[in-house]
């Protein structure tokens, strides 16, 4: 069913929960949704002014994490969040491109798990829609890593509005809309509220894995969605960042005590810009694009409701990454107007430093910008309590944890050992056990937090250190003056790396 005709409307043996967590004598149902290149700020709950009313609902009735983290680049947090280890672990420490070392074989390896593979013994059904980009070539497909139904694209990213080369349907019975009827993100959401109405009668539980591309580039939206938008941001980005930060403040999703980061130093000032048009619709499409994201999780919210299994339905959402700054994107096009199928192209740097307010840097680096994702929560069985803040650090790693700690499951013991930890007493206020620290790596770039103290470089240089806890924007670094602390970060960091197949980017070789 089409989201222009959606109407919003209103599982299996016995277990008990680790953590006490179910009311209900059934097993959950377990919704991820992960968004793509999405800011920290661009949804309403976390400061946007773009409309986001389904995702916001979810977070009056649910529960928001201000210190989530993701890996700062789509495939490494992809295969992270599927098998609960660091991603050079599971095989994929940068992109999809094939490298014969252990940490970067371009694919998930035979030693990692996925959430779909652990979860089928405790009894759930898995299924998939959207953006794999963990494997491109069989056998490293959904169905081949647990997944029992999948339609989606394989690769990172295509035209909206025709399906890509390789976009996989692995349900024969099962056809998507086609022509002027085809948007990549509707598409997504057809199939996946198909498999909810499917499943949702079925005596077992089921996993779903919703994972979109929007708001990737190419900017590519839907007309109506786009009007929505135009002329509104004839502001300025230094308006737009000054407008979020009050509004981030005002939410409690930052402390009052981090000040706005400065301008990017590659953004000019609004006043001086002689293409304000050109950017106000780079905006409006993106912005678009996050709109009808919101719209099609409202569809799968509602068909939820529809079904009659939303109170006992735990729903997660999350980005995979800090708003993107790339720009001249490869083969990009303007064949047509900003948002048409003609037109394959980005926001830009700019809006992307607006998109992570109120943080600095962007997807690829790991200063907070790159690595911070808004993260909602919705279980009505269980969070009773809605509207509640998680201010404690989690990361796409223990969504594993958490899947199999819900569901009562089992995490093999043949397997390189889990790295996440669960999540799930968090989810109704009680507290949990924490890492003791988390680490990052994507090409050259690296980071240790460690409690509220966070050591940071960009690739090949000086690591920086700040107090999370005052200075969550990094703008005071502290390196010099806690030398000695920075120091055992980095030895913490140094020892992890060696663990985990981390390997210096410059030492990289040319994929195979």
């Not at 919003?8 to 009311?23: D, M, N, Y």
């Not at 700020?41 to 993701?70: Q, W």
């Amino acid at each position: 069913m089409q989201r222009r005709q959606f109407l919003q409307t209103a599982a299996a043996a016995p277990f008990v929960l680790r953590h006490g967590l179910s009311r209900s004598s059934t097993k959950p149902n377990i919704i991820l949704i992960l968004a793509d290149d999405m800011g920290f700020s661009d949804i309403g709950c976390f400061g946007s002014e773009i409309a986001t009313p389904n995702l916001d609902r979810m977070a009056s009735k649910g529960v928001r994490f201000t210190h989530f983290y993701n890996t700062a680049r789509c495939c490494p947090t992809r295969a992270s969040l599927l098998t609960g280890l660091y991603s050079h672990q599971a095989g994929v420490g940068h992109m999809v491109n094939e490298r014969p070392l252990p940490g970067y074989q371009g694919y998930l390896n035979d030693r990692c798990v996925t959430i779909a593979e652990a979860l089928k013994p405790a009894g759930y059904a898995t299924l998939m829609s959207g953006k794999w980009h963990v494997g491109e070539r069989r056998p490293h497909w959904p169905t081949d890593r647990g997944f029992d139904r999948y339609f989606g694209l394989i690769q990172g990213a295509d035209n909206y509005f025709r399906p890509a080369r390789q976009m996989a349907l692995e349900d024969k019975p099962w056809k998507p809309a086609t022509g002027a009827n085809y948007y990549q993100t509707d598409a997504f959401t057809d199939y996946a509220v198909d498999r909810i109405a499917e499943y949702g009668g079925k005596p077992n539980p089921f996993f779903l894995y919703l994972a979109y591309t929007a708001p990737h580039w190419p900017l590519h939206a839907l007309p109506a969605d786009i009007a929505k938008y135009r002329g509104k941001y004839l502001k300025g980005w230094d308006a737009l960042r000054d407008e979020r930060h009050a509004r981030q403040k005002k939410l409690g999703v930052v402390d009052p005590r981090w000040p706005l980061t400065p301008r990017d130093s590659m953004v000019p000032a609004w006043d001086t810009v002689t293409t304000k048009d050109d950017f106000d619709l780079r905006m409006a499409v993106y912005a678009a694009q996050i709109d009808c994201l919101d719209q099609n999780i409202g569809r799968v919210l509602g068909k939820l409701r529809e079904t009659g299994i939303n109170d006992n339905t735990l729903v997660m959402f999350v980005s995979d990454n800090g708003g993107c700054a790339e720009e001249r994107i490869a083969g990009e096009t303007l064949a047509g107007p900003i948002g048409t199928a003609g037109s394959f192209t980005s926001y830009g740097l700019p809006w992307a430093n607006a998109s992570n307010t109120p943080f600095r840097l962007y997807k690829h680096w790991v200063h907070e910008g790159g690595i911070s994702a808004p993260f909602v929560a919705q279980w009505p069985d269980r969070l009773r309590k809605g509207g509640g803040l998680h201010h404690q650090p989690a990361h796409v790693m223990d969504f594993m944890a958490t899947c199999l700690d819900v569901a009562g499951g089992e995490y093999p013991k043949s397997k390189t050992p889990l790295e996440g930890i669960s999540f799930a007493p968090a989810l109704t206020g009680k507290q949990r056990r924490l890492h003791d620290a988390i680490f990052w790596e994507h090409e050259g770039n690296r980071a240790v937090r460690q409690g509220r103290w966070k050591l940071v470089s960009r690739n090949r240089s000086e690591w920086e250190l700040y107090d999370i806890d005052a200075d969550r924007t990094e703008l005071t670094n502290l390196a010099a003056t806690e030398s000695d602390r920075a120091g055992k970060l980095a030895d913490l960091y140094d020892a992890w790396a060696a663990r985990c197949n981390v390997v210096p980017f410059a030492d990289l070789p040319r994929p195979t």
